[in-house]
């Protein structure tokens, strides 16, 4: 079958091989054909080593398919099921699990590590985050797979996977963010504009889209942002909408110093600066004992937007047959399996015109 190798980190170009297999499915696990995957930044991420993955390595984490084998122990899901994944499955046992934190629960992550999922000729390939959905077929563990309506179109399904979830999530689950409140989101990518959807959809009143390039501006407004500005009129803003008090939340979508910084200065004494892109592990960010004591603000990560896989992917699909939650105007291009280093060379472009690249395995 067809599959995107990375051969080894740093590699900027993914191999395009068709002889590729997967593992054979054990107990617990599920075959899934592979019909739409989401091309997120994440990919380029683990490929230029910012998040940490093995190679070689099958990139790919945001997809949807088919239920085409189950293993032993597996009731839950049958042949034909579409389903969506995750790259975090709950295993419901651990102290995560148990807490209600299953985006926390690490089980299945280190086998990400530690398991190949794939094979070529000799060499036994690892599948990005444990998936690995840029190829035909995948073997997961059945847990991560969510079964969804079969009239959900796959791209739609593939979204919600990791970006809509992440950034949704981030607003209703990590911030709670509470009607008729100031939000400031820096970073108008996919994930940004699902934390403006978020925003829109939990009640704020006034949703601030922060980007350095001024053709996302007008996107942004078109998901739900009540203002849009380069990172240099953002002073103004808050002087101008909240009496220069500063928001009441600020999401970072960057993962960068800057812009969390940025985040920490606007935010008002008692806000909330909510982490939800993936930064390096030496960036690091600087802040004053005095500053933290003296403004009660709160530093929130948000790893996958706090999800509850089963939950908020069913949440989602209603908040998209509403017509509150805009999925598919996400989707601004389609390609074949043939384009997918072109697809991330436009990722990497910051394209003004692409908010999210869908790869068909149709």
């Given at each position: ?6 051969h080894e ?27 739409a995957s989401?091309?997120?930044h994440?990919?380029v991420?683990?490929?230029?080593g ?5 190679a ?7 997809g949807?398919?088919?239920i085409?084998?189950?293993g032993?122990g597996?009731?839950h899901?049958?042949p034909?099921d579409h ?19 299953p ?12 398991v ?15 998936l ?7 073997v ?13 179109p796959f791209?739609t399904a ?21 009607p008729g409140?100031?939000?400031l989101?820096?970073?108008?990518g996919?994930?940004?504009?699902s ?42 803003l ?28 606007h ?10 892109g993936?930064?390096?592990a030496d ?15 709160k530093?929130?990560?948000?790893l ?10 069913a949440?989602?699909?209603?908040f998209?047959?509403?017509g509150?939650?805009?999925l598919?105007?996400?989707?601004s291009?389609?390609i ?5 280093n ?8 910051g394209?003004?015109d692409?908010?999210?690249?869908v790869?068909?395995f149709?």
């Amino acid at each position: 079958m067809r599959a995107a190798v990375l051969h080894e980190i740093g590699s900027d170009k993914l191999d395009l091989p068709d002889d590729v297999s997967t593992i054979d499915v054990g107990p617990g696990e599920v075959r899934i054909k592979i019909m739409a995957s989401g091309i997120c930044h994440s990919d380029v991420s683990a490929m230029d080593g910012t998040l940490p993955t093995m190679a070689p390595a099958v990139v790919g984490h945001e997809g949807a398919g088919e239920i085409v084998e189950v293993g032993p122990g597996v009731a839950h899901l049958a042949p034909g099921d579409h389903v969506t994944v995750s790259f975090v499955p709950p295993c419901g046992n651990c102290p995560d699990c148990h807490r209600g934190e299953p985006n926390l629960c690490a089980v299945h992550a280190v086998e990400a590590f530690t398991v190949p999922r794939f094979r070529l000729g000799e060499s036994r390939l690892f599948g990005l985050s444990g998936l690995g959905t840029f190829a035909d077929e995948i073997v997961i563990p059945a847990v991560g797979a969510v079964k969804v309506d079969p009239d959900v179109p796959f791209e739609t399904a593939a979204l919600i996977a990791c970006g809509v979830l992440t950034g949704v999530g981030s607003v209703l689950n990590t911030a709670q963010v509470k009607p008729g409140s100031t939000v400031l989101v820096y970073g108008c990518g996919g994930v940004g504009i699902s934390v403006i959807q978020g925003a829109r959809i939990a009640g704020a009143t006034t949703i601030v889209a922060v980007d350095p390039v001024e053709a996302k501006h007008d996107v942004a407004r078109r998901f739900g942002a009540t203002h849009a500005t380069t990172p240099d009129g953002v002073e103004e803003l808050k002087q101008q909408l909240t009496a220069a008090q500063g928001f009441d939340y600020a999401f970072d979508v960057v993962g960068s110093p800057g812009t969390i910084r940025a985040g920490w200065d606007h935010v008002r004494r008692g806000g909330s600066v909510i982490v939800v892109g993936a930064g390096k592990a030496d960036a690091m960010v600087q802040f004053s004992a005095q500053e933290l004591f003296l403004h009660d603000k709160k530093i929130l990560g948000s790893l996958y937007g706090s999800a509850h896989i089963q939950r908020d992917t069913a949440a989602m699909l209603r908040f998209w047959r509403a017509g509150m939650l805009d999925l598919d105007g996400m989707i601004s291009k389609r390609i074949g399996f043939d384009d997918l280093n072109a697809g991330l060379d436009v990722l990497r472009s910051g394209s003004s015109d692409v908010i999210r690249q869908v790869v068909s395995f149709d």
